[in-house]
């Protein structure tokens, strides 16, 4: 199946950073850092398309939950890691994966929005849609037809390597999902 424009292109930038270090880099080094899905504060009420899960969860946008999985890192551990692999010089040559312990499901990230928020979590939906109504869907929506082939599939992603040899750590993953809405929450209520 072929990668979707936006994972293609980071695929596709990484590769040349490679290819530039090893033809022209002379003594240059390189490490790269992956992250999952990045959440955390909002600094603005603009945001990433990441951060569009928790505010249609936050909203009631979604009539219920697919039955999806996702690993989600914190921003700010993202930048730590960053600096983390251009300081160590044992991260040279090296990629990094950047994902808290764990994954989430949908429903795990609404359940805890509901409780951590209290009344301003009252709109996050906590009922898990069947599979048949989700890929149901997704032969009218083209959103919706993009997370058909996850469903169910949770995915590991694990960041040893870098709480390994860098001694990175991250926020949980529950954490970073309240931080995310509350951010998003007190934004818009200024």
């Known amino acids: 199946m072929p990668l979707d424009p936006y994972p293609r292109s980071k695929t596709v930038a990484e590769r040349a950073a490679w290819d530039f270090v090893a033809a022209e880099g002379g003594g240059l080094q390189l490490a790269t850092v992956n992250p999952v899905l990045v959440l955390g504060p909002l600094l603005a009420l603009e945001t990433s398309t990441s951060v569009e899960v928790v505010r249609w969860l936050v909203d009631g946008a979604l009539p219920g939950l697919p039955r999806l999985a996702l690993a989600v890192v914190d921003v ?9 692999a251009m300081e160590r010089d044992e991260a040279a040559g090296l990629r990094f994966l950047a994902a808290a312990d764990g994954v989430l499901t949908l ?11 209290g009344e301003r979590g009252r709109r996050v939906p906590t009922r898990e849609l069947p599979d048949w109504l989700v890929r149901l869907g ?15 599939t949770p995915r590991s992603a694990g960041s040893a390597r870098a709480r390994d040899l860098l001694g990175w750590t991250s926020r949980s993953p529950q954490d970073t999902v309240v931080e995310t809405a509350r951010s998003l929450l007190d934004l818009r209520a200024r």
């Open 76 to 84: 700010r551990d993202v930048a730590d890691l960053h600096v983390l």
């Open 138 to 152: 997704g032969r009218f929506d083209d959103g919706v037809r993009q997370i058909v082939p996850e469903l169910g």
């Open 107 to 117: 429903r795990e990230m609404a359940l805890t929005l509901r409780a951590a928020l």
